[in-house]
């Protein structure tokens, strides 16, 4: 990553998703990536804790992308920037749901949704300097009774494969939705009201 003159943060994560709904409030990010390939060292261990609940689960994940993202940037001598991480996942039946691991995983999540309420964690966490501060969203969403053939082919078109809980609500799986409660950009993987709070607390003034 070579870093622009006009960022005002550090986004720890690799979803352009996340990027986007960052500029749509005027905050501009160099993304610095974390390795998240175990075999390969992973920055961040996202395996849950034993009986560990998915609210501090996701916000102990949040906060360890954080501390790592900024580690990163000191190791590469990067200019100083606060630096943003969020973690996303599903809960259903008190399992935290995170992102598929094949295809046919993404098919055996989806058949577990359907027709279903479940609950998607968002939480945030930004830190610069020693200081750490963090924010949760928790949104509901129920999906309508989806037949194996739909769940087939949109796992064919592989939109679910990065996605914790194997959809995207702002892709074809808004189809599969019949109603959502709490924050849009949240189960996006970025709710920009808890995002601006915190950058607020940092002094970056969003929107």
Request: charged share 25%; hydrophobic share 40%; aromatic share 4%.
């Amino acid at each position: 990553m070579t870093p622009s003159s006009d960022a005002t943060i550090y986004l720890a994560s690799r979803s352009p998703r996340r990027r986007e709904l960052l500029r749509q409030v005027g905050v501009a990010a160099d993304v610095l990536l974390l390795r998240a390939d175990p075999r390969r060292g992973a920055d961040v261990d996202e395996q849950p804790l034993a009986g560990e609940d998915a609210a501090i689960y996701v916000l102990r994940i949040a906060r360890a992308k954080a501390a790592a993202g900024w580690q990163n940037m000191l190791r590469r001598k990067l200019p100083p920037h606060p630096l943003l991480a969020a973690d996303t996942i599903v809960v259903l039946d008190g399992d935290i749901i995170g992102k598929p691991k094949s295809p046919l995983q993404a098919e055996e999540t989806l058949r577990r949704l359907s027709g279903r309420r479940h609950h998607v964690l968002t939480a945030v966490a930004l830190t610069c300097d020693g200081r750490t501060e963090s924010r949760l969203s928790s949104s509901t969403v129920e999906f309508r009774e989806l037949d194996g053939s739909e769940i087939e082919r949109y796992v064919a078109t592989r939109e679910p494969l990065d996605k914790a809980g194997a959809y995207g609500l702002q892709g074809r799986a808004a189809a599969f939705a019949r109603a959502v409660s709490g924050s849009p950009s949240g189960i996006v993987g970025l709710p920009l009201f808890e995002t601006a709070l915190l950058l607020r607390e940092f002094g970056i003034v969003a929107v």
